[in-house]
């Protein structure tokens, strides 16, 4: 059996409309796939995306002949089946920093990590490779639409390539969501956000350890589109709550906000905040005591940014 899988703890809306979409793929070239979550899905799996689909499973117990294709994920170390599983990776389509030597020497062309905003838009030249554009279910148009919107971060993001816009004007015509979809879409994940704050939170954070000599570094992230300040002070006492939980441990959150195309970076170490994350920025918009605001990054980037300075 083919497996088509993401990450362990959490996987996002890029995650999810890769598999599934993956998975579509795959039977049109007659192979039978499961995809397989075992982690919670983040408050980007929108109900406009479960009711594209929702054909996976929690619990799959891996077989020793079963082929793996993990999707939007590189980093062996939050593999849905542990880094043991890499003997079994058949495919690899990824757009995160970090391994693309490592898969290149083991998996050579079965490594499909490239520099875009979304996974989705490798998912949807694969359609066209393979010569099923113009078959893909309107179902898959869907979730590869809305992941490729989330993930350039409504194409604010300077990591959005010019691929990624074709491939969601492309996408157009496949898709069957109403007028609106992309605001509807923001509206449910401030609104997931809202309703349960804490597990947001919580499946959107990075837990990194090696990064700072032994500290840990827990890195969360929160998209959204209204004022990163206002939204900061709503949110201050359960983002300290949740980093409460973490002994010796360097905690940061980007706070993107698509609308004013700003990143707000805030750590409950001010000083740590001022030595390690401020020297990382040529651009800081403004500055308070624990916080910066930069021009809009992605957690991906700021980690590039740490790991090169
Ligand atoms: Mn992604």
């Not at 809305?146 to 074709?166: C, G, K, M």
């Not at 001010?270 to 605001?293: K, M, Q, Y």
Request: net charge negative; proline share 2%; charged share 25%.
């Amino acid at each position: 059996m083919i497996i088509v899988s993401a990450g362990k703890a959490f996987n996002d809306i890029d995650a999810f409309a890769c598999a599934l979409a993956y998975r579509e793929l795959l039977m049109k070239e007659g192979k039978e796939s499961v995809v397989v979550f075992p982690g919670p899905l983040n408050h980007s799996v929108t109900n406009l995306a479960k009711a594209q689909s929702t054909d996976f499973v929690v619990d799959y117990v891996l077989q020793s002949d079963d082929r793996i294709v993990y999707v939007d994920l590189s980093d062996p170390e939050h593999f849905a089946f542990g880094k043991e599983s890499e003997s079994q990776i058949d495919e690899l389509y990824d757009h995160h920093y970090s391994f693309e030597s490592y898969w290149q020497d083991r998996l050579g062309e079965r490594s499909h990590i490239e520099r875009l905003g979304a996974a989705a838009t490798l998912i949807w030249e694969e359609f066209a490779k393979k010569s099923f554009a113009q078959s893909i279910s309107a179902e898959s148009a869907n979730l590869l639409s809305i992941a490729i919107l989330q993930n350039t971060l409504n194409f604010t993001s300077t990591e959005t390539h010019d691929r990624d816009r074709v491939a969601f004007v492309e996408l157009t015509m496949h898709r069957s969501m109403t007028d609106g979809w992309e605001a509807q879409y923001f509206r449910e994940c401030a609104e997931g956000m809202e309703t349960n704050f804490a597990d947001a939170l919580r499946n959107d954070t990075k837990k990194i350890e090696h990064l700072f000599e032994n500290s840990l570094f827990v890195f969360s992230q929160l998209e959204i589109t209204e004022e990163p300040k206002a939204f900061l002070e709503k949110h201050n006492e359960g983002i300290l709550a949740y980093w409460s939980e973490f002994d010796y441990a360097h905690c940061l959150i980007n706070i993107a906000d698509m609308s004013s195309k700003t990143s707000l970076l805030f750590s409950d170490n001010s000083a740590w905040l001022t030595e390690t994350i401020v020297p990382l920025f040529s651009s800081i918009v403004h500055r308070g005591d624990g916080w910066i605001v930069v021009p809009i990054h992605q957690r991906k980037q700021i980690l590039k940014l740490i790991n090169t300075h």
